[in-house]
């Protein structure tokens, strides 16, 4: 199957700093992809969906202002966690859409972020 | 998307067969169902999807009732490294973001 590869698996950071984790579609081109937050025991939830070249579209509730998403390449796309805070600690999950069209019906997920701000 | 619902846990005996079943009554005709497992401080990993027909493929089978409103997902020799969360979701096709509902933990003993 696809790859999708995330890094960093793991950070700490302290209260006010910003971190930016990066998600990548190792073997194929994503036109779409996906930022999931997911706190424990909790089902994941979509923050929002990017797309190559164009503005994000995020989810209700969730800050654009706070959480910058860049989709530059069709290859890579990067959440940045801005002024980050205690209560910003989670699990964060991109996932990435295959442009082919004999592809596209699954969505490949990277391994996940497990971010904690003290 | 359809919603769909799951029962919260389930256990189920190594080597047996794990049966997981998914109500989505309110499905509509151009939604497909889909099956995701998260297994602990993972991202979740595709099993398999499909539109009317059974499906089956090297990790599952997928039976899909007559009417679409439920659907029931086959492990069939069930191992300890298939412990994890299974979530249904009903998707309409390609290219639609997942929806996640809270799934249904699998819990597989010896």
């Known amino acids: 199957g696809a790859v999708v590869s995330q890094h960093p698996s793991w950070v700490i950071c302290k209260s006010g700093t910003s971190v930016k984790i990066e998600c990548r579609s190792l073997d194929f081109q994503a036109t779409t992809m996906f930022w999931y937050r997911q706190f424990p025991k909790q089902s994941l939830m979509l923050m929002a969906t990017?797309?190559?070249?164009?503005?994000?579209?995020?989810e209700q509730g969730v800050e654009k202002d706070k959480f910058l998403i860049n989709h530059a390449s069709l290859t890579l796309s990067t959440l940045t966690v801005t002024s980050a805070h205690p209560e910003d600690s989670s699990f964060y999950i991109c996932?990435?859409?295959?442009?082919?069209?004999?592809?596209?019906?699954?969505?490949?997920f990277g391994s996940g972020t497990q971010l904690s701000v003290l | 998307d359809a919603k769909t619902t799951q029962p919260p846990s389930m256990d189920c005996a190594e080597g047996r067969a794990a049966n997981l079943p998914c109500n989505h009554s309110t499905i509509s005709g151009n939604e497909y169902v889909y099956w995701y497992r998260q297994i602990h401080s993972q991202g979740p990993q595709y099993i398999i999807h499909?539109?009317?027909n059974n499906e089956t493929n090297e990790m599952a089978s997928l039976i899909i009732t007559e009417d679409r409103k439920s659907s029931t997902l086959i492990l069939p020799h069930a191992t300890l490294r298939d412990t994890a969360v299974y979530y249904c979701?009903?998707?309409?096709?390609?290219?639609?973001?997942?929806?996640f509902g809270g799934g249904t933990r699998v819990l597989v003993k010896p």
């Open positions: 996932s990435a859409r295959d442009y082919r069209l004999d592809r596209n019906e699954k969505l490949f």
């Open positions: 990017s797309n190559e070249g164009s503005k994000a579209t995020y």
């Open positions: 499909g539109l009317k």
């Open positions: 979701i009903v998707r309409k096709a390609a290219g639609n973001k997942l929806t």
